[in-house]
């Protein structure tokens, strides 16, 4: 028994669904779940923090259909996601799941986190006393000094790199690693046997879904969603208080008090309406799928499939039967 999950767990590959949001890549990843016997992994960085629920589209237990899912509400919003923390939790997971005889299944659109996940891909350590002498030796002597002698230690970043923050980071590595920055640099090789189905369709329809889906967050309550999380300090979380919609919602949110109060006129701010939040959050909604699609397109070992195909099930399945049979 104990060979037949070791070997379960050596041939099972990992299913990653990928692709732009909206393109329903969580209830494909459910499918493949229940037809295969499967558990979903969470690659949204967003649906890590708990209660951001409604602007993110976080799956709910009845759409989950009874197949287990792991990574979603596992962070408070004023923590900071880790891409190197996500990878050795997804790795984990994989390994527990095969172990288990079942299929991980990895879904979400946040296309560095699914890379770390899959690919051969190492994070250089750290050390804050580097990062701060570096910090200060270019307040005083000018960044132009740093980025002479990154390039005499690594030219390959020195000609990629040119904003302070990450000439200090390559350089940090330098002294940490005794190793340059570009040696880090993550090559397309899965670290374990996996298989990508990327999600597309045409664009119009697509933004065309992008804008109900936005117009049924707000219906759903997306305003009182981030009162009750400003409250838990989201305008003060790095991370948390730049997701889209929720920057733009705490926007109409400070606008309507603002009216309320009578300060807007008296200091003459622009309102900011519940249908300009709705607006502005359908159009940085569909830039973000475009860089999405960007993204994952770059990869050719996606394997892409129409999100509106009748037959999406079928086709994802004959694609991971043909690419890894299990006989």
Not at 150 to 168: C, K, Q
Not at 226 to 236: F, K, P, Y
Not at 255 to 277: D, F, I, P, V
């Amino acid at each position: 028994m104990t060979s037949q999950l070791n070997n379960l767990e050596k041939t099972l590959p990992i299913i990653a669904i990928v692709g732009a949001t909206g393109t329903g890549k969580s209830a494909l990843a459910i499918a493949l779940a229940r037809e295969l016997g499967g558990e979903c992994i969470n690659a949204d960085s967003m649906q890590f923090y708990r209660g951001m629920n409604i602007g993110t589209a976080k799956i709910t237990a009845e759409e989950m259909q009874g197949v287990p899912h792991h990574l979603l509400d596992i962070m408070d919003i004023h923590e900071e996601a880790s891409v190197a923390q996500f990878q050795a939790q997804a790795r984990e997971l994989f390994a527990q799941i095969r172990a288990r005889g079942k299929y991980p299944i990895l879904v979400g659109g946040s296309g560095l986190y699914v890379r770390a996940a899959l690919d051969v891909l190492e994070f250089p350590g750290t050390d804050p006393a580097v990062r701060a002498r570096l910090e200060a030796e270019a307040a005083q002597r000018g960044i132009g000094a740093l980025h002479e002698r990154l390039a005499a230690v690594d030219p390959e970043s020195a000609a990629r790199v040119n904003d302070e923050r990450r000439i200090i980071r390559a350089l940090e590595v330098w002294e940490v690693e005794g190793r340059p920055f570009s040696a880090f640099m993550p090559v397309r090789e899965y670290v374990s046997p996996a298989v990508q189905i990327g999600l597309d369709m045409d664009r119009a329809a697509l933004h065309e879904r992008l804008h109900a889906r936005v117009v049924a967050m707000a219906d759903a309550g997306l305003l009182e969603e981030v009162h009750q999380l400003e409250a838990q300090g989201l305008r003060q979380a790095k991370t948390a208080s730049r997701a889209i919609g929720y920057r733009e919602f705490l926007k109409a949110l400070e606008s309507a008090r603002s009216q309320l109060s009578g300060l807007a006129a008296s200091e003459g701010l622009e309102e900011y309406t519940l249908e300009q939040a709705i607006e502005d959050t359908t159009i940085a909604t569909r830039q973000f799928a475009r860089r999405q699609i960007t993204w994952f397109r770059a990869d050719p070992r996606v394997h892409w499939l129409d999100a509106t195909d009748p037959n999406l099930l079928p086709e994802a399945m004959r694609i991971i039967e043909e690419d890894y049979p299990q006989g």
